[in-house]
């Protein structure tokens, strides 16, 4: 059981190039989530898939794509990198517990630098 | 408006000291639940709890402890005799139930406060 996984650990972009953040879970979670996190900003949500099939934008879309392929991934797109989306990438699925509301589990994160 | 807040950027302490991070939210819902994760210098996201707004009993969990206060809309983390392994940033976050169509599941996040602890 390895939770949420995240490729790759690190990556280097220049600007206009184009790139996908791979996700995938096994813990057969409905639910998953990309955010981004940077200095003094806290995680901030880009997109969420609330089950398999359907995506929605999260706080700070613009820029990135995303794609529900099957329940386990969950992967952002990156069309044509620009400098301010340089940040950490964490990828997260949750599910519904005892207590009502819903656990989230992390991924290691991405870090992205675009140059 | 940030829903959730962590006016606190930046704390230190001596080892041994306790210390309290400050967390305030915002919501318009009844049912809501409210989480701290922890985020050391190796970058994972650590989980640490996580309580439902009908739940104001306070937790301790050995040297943690959190204090839910609907009243002033906190819930305050303690962690008493700092140790230097609890240096890290500390986020608290918040989802909220009434979403209709949205998942429960997303979290909004504070902007963290960096807890550094000296030997």
């Known amino acids: 059981n390895a939770g949420v996984t995240q490729t790759p650990k690190f990556q280097v972009l220049k600007t206009g190039q184009s790139m996908t953040l791979q996700c995938a879970q096994d813990?057969?979670?409905?639910?998953m989530y990309w955010y981004r996190q940077d200095p003094g900003m806290g995680l901030r949500l880009i997109y969420y898939?609330?089950?398999?099939?359907?995506?929605d934008k999260g706080e700070v879309p613009n820029g990135y794509n995303v794609s529900r392929l099957n329940k386990r991934e969950f992967s952002l797109r990156l069309e044509s990198a620009a400098p301010s989306q340089t940040s950490v990438y964490f990828c997260?699925?949750?599910?519904?517990?005892?207590?009502?509301?819903?656990?989230?589990?992390f991924g290691p994160g991405t870090r992205l630098t675009v140059t | 408006a940030q829903k959730v807040t962590q006016a606190q950027t930046e704390i230190s302490v001596v080892e041994k000291e306790d210390v309290t991070l400050d967390c305030v939210y915002e919501?318009?819902?009844?049912?809501?639940?409210l989480f701290w994760y922890k985020q050391p210098p190796s970058g994972e996201l650590v989980f640490l709890i996580r309580?439902?707004?009908?739940?104001?009993q306070n937790e301790i969990s050995g040297r943690y402890s959190w204090n839910f206060q609907k009243s002033t809309s906190s819930f305050n983390f303690t962690i008493t005799a700092s140790q230097v392994v609890d240096s890290a940033v500390y986020f608290c976050?918040?989802?909220?139930?009434?979403?209709?169509?949205?998942?429960?599941?997303?979290?909004?996040f504070g902007r963290g406060t960096q807890l550094t602890v000296w030997p």
């Open positions: 919501t318009r819902d009844t049912t809501y639940y």
């Open positions: 813990m057969n979670h409905n639910s």
């Open positions: 997260a699925s949750s599910v519904l517990v005892g207590q009502g509301g819903e656990e989230q589990y």
């Open positions: 309580r439902n707004s009908f739940d104001e």
């Open positions: 976050a918040l989802s909220e139930a009434g979403n209709r169509g949205s998942t429960l599941g997303r979290l909004y």
């Open positions: 898939s609330a089950s398999e099939g359907t995506t």
